[in-house]
């Protein structure tokens, strides 16, 4: 682990199977426990809102692809191979995909599975990913609750960044509050801001 002599951190005990397991079921819960088709229902090779286009109700989306260019005013969820966020989605993000990339705005929660997920944009309240990899180079407005294997946050977190990892956690933006993670290897940059205590576990990999 590598941390700048001005942050405070401590080590605590190991990361156990159950712990991550833990994890790992209430991400794949978030993403899953979401409320029956009240709304628009969008099934095609390739589901577009196109920009300018306002839609006033949920969005539920299932293709190859599922692009947001223009307005969703309720919660957009999917199942894709590729999400990709460039407009404005006025509720929250549910969903399973290969990679999401929001580059636009969300101004509830993300609640993900996916290989890769990167919020180059703003959301507004929580980030919660199951992926191979997370990268936060934009804002999220609360707490990011992450579990798969390695995070980059180079962005800003308005609340904390809690999880589980089985590689790495690379920090070289802004957390508002504390970092608490399982982890084998954290770095925090000289040019990170963390605004409380870092707290970490031994992850998986390197236990005995």
Known sequence: MSLPARFRSRRAGRLTTAGLASCLSVAFLAVLAVPLPVGAISVSGTVVVQSGRVIEEDLFAAGSRVIVDGRIEGDLTVTTRNLIINGVV???????????????????????????????????????????SLEVDGTVGRDVLLAGLSARQSGTVGGEVRGELLWGLYVDGRVAEDIDVGIHRLTITESASVGSAVSWRQGLIGQN
């Not at 705005?105 to 992926?131: C, K, M, N, P």
């Open 90 to 132: 006025e509720g929250d993000v549910n969903g399973a995909a290969w990679s999401i990339d929001i580059q636009g705005e969300v101004d509830g929660s993300v609640r993900a599975a996916a290989w890769e997920i990167d919020v180059g944009g703003s959301v507004g309240d929580d980030v919660l990913s199951f992926a191979r």
